[in-house]
């Protein structure tokens, strides 16, 4: 590969341009980053764009957090919809159940002392209102924990600053049983 200057950039070239002497630098010896964000090449030094370097890679770490993010609410969602053990069951834990548990914990908070619920089997079971709140403490503790990991893994990945070490975070560890 060929570098020549041209007007107030550089060009590359596979190869030699006749007319034109290329500039004195190894080409293949470059850093991506230099062949990116490169200016020009004085006394075989390269001058690399700083200012375009730096917003280029801000959004390339902005980016790459983002993902990383997406990631953790994706772990989040699944771990808190997985089923819950109660009285022997194993109980849904969909978003709309969880929204059915909270309507059925307004109707117990209201002064009914049992309740019915369907576990995944399509079985009836019956909860007296100290059960089915421990249930859904239960529910609410590991939604807390939870929680709480990917809010942990959310400020060590704001910490990284390059890509490669956002990408390569490893974001299975940390979250509760």
């Known amino acids: 590969m060929y ?4 007007g107030n950039g550089l060009i590359q ?3 030699r ?3 034109k002497t290329p ?3 190894d080409f293949w010896s470059l850093t991506e980053e230099q062949k990116e964000f490169m200016t020009d090449v004085v006394n075989g030094v390269v001058i690399v764009d ?3 370097r730096n917003a280029v890679l801000a959004e390339r770490v902005a980016a790459a957090r983002v993902a990383v993010v997406k990631k953790l609410k994706e772990i989040y969602d699944a771990r808190l919809s997985e089923n819950i053990l109660a009285k022997g069951s194993q109980f849904s834990c969909s978003p709309d159940d969880r929204q059915n548990i909270r309507d059925a914990l307004n109707i117990l908070n209201s002064g009914v002392d049992s309740m019915e619920w369907r576990n995944v089997a399509g079985e009836t079971v019956t909860f007296s209102g100290i059960e089915f709140k421990s ?5 609410f503790a590991r939604g807390h924990a939870l929680n709480q990991a990917k809010h ?3 400020i060590a990945v704001e910490a990284l600053s390059a890509v490669e070490t956002i990408n390569s ?3 299975s560890t940390g979250w509760p049983p």
Do not use: C, F, K, N
């Open 135 to 139: 249930m859904v403490q239960g529910l």
């Open 13 to 15: 070239s596979a190869t």
């Open 169 to 171: 975070y490893d974001i």
């Open 3 to 6: 570098l020549y200057r041209e």
């Open 152 to 154: 942990l893994h959310e």
């Open 50 to 52: 700083a200012e375009r």
């Open 23 to 25: 500039l004195d630098i």
């Open 17 to 19: 341009i006749p007319g």
